[in-house]
């Protein structure tokens, strides 16, 4: 019985590994995507603020 308890507690070593190793590229993953969502939010952010600066020049142009 010996040697099938080593073999079991190998299995399981070798299942938790994996396990582990599927977890960290998981939360790679989700770290890689909310990154990507960050850098595109902080550019469609300043494309705005410019679009305002553009919008009250022409309001201050069509005032005058």
């Known amino acids: 019985m010996g040697g099938g ?7 399981l070593l070798i299942l938790c590994a994996g396990l582990v190793f599927v977890t960290a590229v998981a939360v790679r993953l ?8 960050d850098i595109k939010e902080e550019r469609l952010t300043s494309v705005e603020e410019k679009l305002d600066e553009i919008l009250i020049a022409t309001k201050k142009k069509g005032s005058k």
């Open 5 to 11: 308890d080593s073999v079991f507690m190998l299995s």
């Open 30 to 37: 989700v770290n890689n995507g909310k990154q990507k969502s």
